[in-house]
């Protein structure tokens, strides 16, 4: 989530759907982003500079307020997703299965009887262990694996959804000299991310090459 984008939460709506469809009531939602640490790491090995934790947090922020894309309006009222600095607040990078176990002890210290489940998309999936994991299967991210127990999530998404796709677009916003293609290139960006993280993201955010 370097930076958030729109599939971002898609993802989180379709998993609720699913678990709805299978009986579950689902009470809440978390975005979680990673640590610095992992970030900077990840971003230094694309040889592109990395988006600071608070403007990451802010463009949850603002993305969990804004309308999405195929959704209704009101698609988070009452409001059940969130986004969690918890792990972006640790001393140190924490990997996501003590990330999910943090927050599964959490939930046993209300009521043992809740499910707490993990989404990914079916590229991550082949990383995870987790039982009670839902899975995003959409063309050009791979089949992934699927084990005992998880949910597979099945959607004809043609757009590409993918923070690498918007760090290309900012950085190709700030060095292009023709106003058409500027324009076009914001609207695209702005398909990605909304209107209020398109312009923190020109406004805000310091990204580069390195």
């Known amino acids: 989530m370097c930076p958030i984008h729109f599939m971002h939460v898609t993802m989180m709506i379709f998993a609720k759907q699913k678990l709805e469809e299978k009986d579950f ?121 699927r084990l005992k127990g998880w949910h597979i999530v099945e959607k004809d998404i043609d757009q590409d959804f993918s923070s690498s796709r918007v760090r290309a677009l900012v950085l190709n916003i700030q060095r292009e000299r023709d106003q058409d293609e500027k324009q076009k290139k914001e609207n695209e960006l702005k398909n990605l991310v909304g209107e209020e993280v398109k312009n923190y993201l020109l406004t805000k955010v310091f990204l580069s090459k390195i």
């Open 25 to 145: 009531a689902v009470v809440g939602g978390l975005i979680s982003p990673s640590h610095d640490d992992y970030v900077q790491s990840k971003m230094s090995s694309k040889r592109v500079s990395s988006i600071k934790k608070f403007e990451r947090i802010d463009m949850i922020r603002m993305i969990l307020n804004s309308e999405i894309p195929g959704q209704d309006r009101d698609w988070n009222e009452p409001r059940w997703l969130f986004g969690s600095t918890w792990e972006i607040d640790q001393h140190w990078f924490i990997d996501f299965p003590e990330v999910y176990n943090y927050f599964r002890g959490e939930l046993a210290k209300y009521d043992h009887n809740w499910n707490l489940f993990y989404v990914c998309g079916a590229d991550h999936s082949t990383h995870v262990s987790i039982r009670n994991t839902v899975v995003l299967q959409r063309p050009g991210y791979g089949d992934g694996r």
